[in-house]
């Protein structure tokens, strides 16, 4: 998904005009690069957190030449995935699987009783 696709969904979900959603995601995305380049952290609970990691200057090689060069420190931003994310990611690839022995899916055609289809 790219950020005209998310102002596409916004719009439709929302019924919003496409120039409102858009304003909208600017101004999140506004907000939020202002916020990273003050100093502060983003927490958004079951989702993920940003900072900005600080990097001291080291010596690097220059991949063309082979030169050594010094490399001056920075900061960068960095997203460290929340725990809900991470596990709804996971469980969509990895579907849970019936345990050895069990004859729960047997018993009920297959289906785990999780009332969700996908």
Request: no cysteine.
């Given at each position: 998904m790219n950020k005209s696709d998310l102002v596409n969904m916004i719009a439709e979900q929302a019924k919003l005009q496409h120039k409102t959603a858009e304003e909208v995601?600017?101004?999140?995305?506004?907000?939020?690069s202002n916020a990273l380049v003050t100093g502060g952290r983003i927490e958004i609970r079951g989702f993920g957190s940003f900072v900005v990691r600080e990097y001291e200057s080291y010596k690097g090689r220059n991949p063309?030449?082979?030169?050594?060069?010094?490399?001056?420190?920075?900061?960068?931003p960095f997203f460290k995935v929340g725990k809900e994310l991470k596990e709804l990611v996971d469980d969509w690839n990895h579907p849970k699987t019936k345990k050895p022995g069990s004859s729960e899916s047997?018993?009920?055609?297959g289906?785990?009783?999780?009332?969700s289809s996908a």
């Amino acid at each position: 998904m790219n950020k005209s696709d998310l102002v596409n969904m916004i719009a439709e979900q929302a019924k919003l005009q496409h120039k409102t959603a858009e304003e909208v995601v600017n101004l999140i995305f506004d907000s939020m690069s202002n916020a990273l380049v003050t100093g502060g952290r983003i927490e958004i609970r079951g989702f993920g957190s940003f900072v900005v990691r600080e990097y001291e200057s080291y010596k690097g090689r220059n991949p063309r030449t082979g030169e050594s060069i010094q490399v001056k420190p920075k900061k960068l931003p960095f997203f460290k995935v929340g725990k809900e994310l991470k596990e709804l990611v996971d469980d969509w690839n990895h579907p849970k699987t019936k345990k050895p022995g069990s004859s729960e899916s047997d018993s009920n055609g297959g289906d785990t009783g999780s009332g969700s289809s996908a």
